[in-house]
Structure formats: structure tokens, C-alpha cells
């Protein structure tokens, strides 16, 4: 039982570069969910889905983008990569809108150099 | 939008302590508070949680307190033990949203 699968679990990039994480679930949930990790400032909202082909921005959408094509995959694009888009990414997903517990997966951490 | 506030961001207790974990949320509307504990290199996971029609809520060791008219929420560990060293965070939901606010976490140190 995979649960959340995040790739790649470590990555360098270069200012300006660009680079996808991938997330992909298993449990057929239509919630999913991106959050960065910065030390001391708990789990900012990048994007979210709401199910296939609708997605929607969070908190802190600026310099990503993501796409929901499938229930079961929902990729963050980061493009021209920045120094402040260091960070551990998390991808998560859940069952109910909200009010339902999220299932994450272990982290991609990114260096931006 | 909601706004939640947690405290200490770090607790170091002794093996056999009890802990507790203090959250403060902004919106009256909100109506369900997760507790996730987060251990090293893991993603965080759900240990419990309590909805506004309930004051509070007991899974073993563990206990969530919920004050609506104060607006703030506490996680209780008893007895803790050195496998309950991890980063807690506290969330709220609002109906009609699709997502939960964290608080920026509290690091439990548990010294045997």
C-alpha cells in the first residue's frame, strides 16, 4: 500500500533552472494538496485540487504551477528556480473537502544554488 | 482567512512528563482541529482530532481540549516517552474550504 509517492527525494538546481516533483497517490482521493516546509514556519499552501482538471492557488503560489490531469497524479512545476525556492515540498491528499485527514508523503527536499 | 497561533515552538520534557501544546485560531467559523506529528525526515501524520461539537477528545496517551469561545485548542501527552520527540503542528478548518492552516510547529523533546 504506496499511499503518497513524492519524486525526486533530493534535488540541486541552479538559479533560473527549472524542474518538476512529482506526487502520486494511490487511495482514489479527488483532494490533493502541495505545501513547502521552511524551518520554523510550519506548512505554507502552494496549490490544492479539488479533483481532476481543477486546481487552485494557496498561500504562496507565486513561482509554481501545477496541473491535475489524472486523480491520481498532481505534479509542481517550478520555473526559473529561485533561492527562496529552497525548501522541503510535501505533497499530500485526502478523502473529504477540508475536514478529512491528509495522507502525505515524505518530502522532496530542493537547494536552489 | 484563518490565522493560527501555536506555542511553545519548542518543549523539552523529561521521560514520565506530560506535555502540553497551545493553538489559537482567528476565525469563529472554524470547526475542525487536526493535531499531525512529524518525526525526522518523515511527512507528518494525523495522531488526533476534534470537531467544535465536541470539548474533548482521549486516544490513549494523548488528549485534545477544544475552547470555542476562547478560540484556542490544546494537545495533552502523557507520560511521555523518547519516541514521542517529533515536531507537532495544529491546524483548523473552516466549512466550505478546501484546505487546513497549520501552525508553524512545536518541537517536543523528550529526554530519557
Known amino acids: 500500500n504506496a499511499g503518497v509517492t513524492q519524486t525526486p527525494k533530493f534535488r540541486i538546481l541552479k538559479i533560473g533552472q527549472s524542474m518538476t516533483l512529482q506526487c502520486a497517490q494511490d487511495?482514489?482521493?479527488?483532494?490533493m494538496y502541495w505545501y513547502r516546509q521552511d524551518p520554523g514556519m510550519g506548512l505554507k499552501l502552494i496549490y490544492y485540487s479539488v479533483g481532476a482538471g481543477i486546481t487552485d492557488k494557496g498561500e504562496v503560489p507565486n513561482g509554481y504551477n501545477v496541473s491535475r490531469s489524472t486523480t491520481e497524479d498532481f505534479p509542481l512545476r517550478l520555473e526559473l528556480a529561485a533561492p527562496s525556492q529552497t525548501s522541503v515540498y510535501f505533497c499530500a491528499s485526502s478523502y473529504s473537502k477540508g475536514t478529512g485527514e491528509l495522507f502525505f508523503g515524505e518530502g522532496s527536499r530542493l537547494t536552489v544554488l | 482567512g484563518e490565522n493560527v497561533e501555536q506555542h511553545p515552538s519548542t518543549l523539552s520534557v523529561q521521560e514520565g512528563d506530560s506535555a502540553v501544546i497551545k493553538c489559537t485560531y482567528s476565525d469563529s467559523a472554524s470547526n475542525y482541529f487536526p493535531w499531525y506529528k512529524q518525526e525526522l525526515g518523515k511527512g507528518p501524520q494525523l495522531i488526533i482530532d476534534?470537531?467544535?461539537?465536541?470539548g474533548e477528545k482521549k486516544d490513549q496517551r494523548i488528549a485534545v481540549t477544544l475552547n470555542k469561545t476562547a478560540k484556542h485548542f490544546s494537545l495533552h501527552i502523557t507520560e511521555t516517552q523518547p519516541e514521542d520527540s517529533a515536531v507537532y503542528f495544529c491546524?483548523?478548518?473552516?466549512?466550505?474550504?478546501?484546505?487546513?492552516?497549520f501552525g508553524k510547529g512545536t518541537m517536543l523533546l523528550v529526554s530519557p
Open positions: 476534534i470537531r467544535s461539537n465536541v
Open positions: 487511495m482514489n482521493h479527488n483532494y
Open positions: 491546524a483548523a478548518s473552516s466549512p466550505g474550504y478546501s484546505t487546513l492552516t
